[in-house]
């Protein structure tokens, strides 16, 4: 067996002792200054990761809502031009009415102003023929008898 002597017993609490004091005035402020270090350089360092993901978060809230904005800005542009597209068939249609209507109302009015126009130079022929044959002749010819229509046959005026 190991014999165990005083001074052993000794040199193991001095052992002891010194392990004790370095650890309370040594080692635990070293730790304390490297745990601080640690502290100092990762601290920073995750504020600013997690600033990061702060500022990827709202960018990427901010794209979203300009995509939206714009999604619902070309929506209204497209309702405005097919609602423009309407107002202007509307306008085509009834300006195309209204002139369809001119156009009936005018070639009425004009049918009826050749056929006034008509009547007037039938009436009117029988003078013209008197008056030229009466201007070929050099003579004046008789009044021709009332004609079909039952209207007299009439001399022109004589200048």
């Given at each position: 067996m190991i014999k165990l002597d005083i001074s052993i017993i000794f040199i193991i609490g001095l052992f002891l002792l010194l392990v004790l004091i370095l650890n309370r005035y040594f080692f635990k402020p070293l730790l304390k200054?490297?745990?601080e270090r640690k502290g100092m350089v990762l601290g920073p360092r995750e504020e600013a990761q997690q600033s990061l993901k702060v500022?990827?978060?709202?960018?990427?809230?901010?794209?979203r809502a300009l995509a939206s904005t714009r999604a619902e800005s070309q929506q209204l542009?497209?309702?405005?031009?097919q609602e423009g597209r309407r107002e202007g068939d509307k306008i085509i249609a009834s300006t195309r009415t209204e002139a369809e209507r001119l156009l009936s109302s005018e070639e009425k009015e004009i049918k009826g102003m050749v056929r006034e126009v008509e009547r007037d130079l039938?009436?009117?022929?029988?003078?013209f023929a008197l008056k030229i044959a009466e201007n070929l002749l050099g003579r004046r010819l008789p009044v021709s008898p009332p004609d079909k229509k039952g209207t007299k046959g009439e001399r022109?005026?004589?200048r």
């Open positions: 200054i490297l745990e500022v990827e978060e709202l960018t990427q809230q901010r794209e542009k497209d309702e405005r031009v039938e009436g009117m022929s029988d003078k022109p005026h004589q």
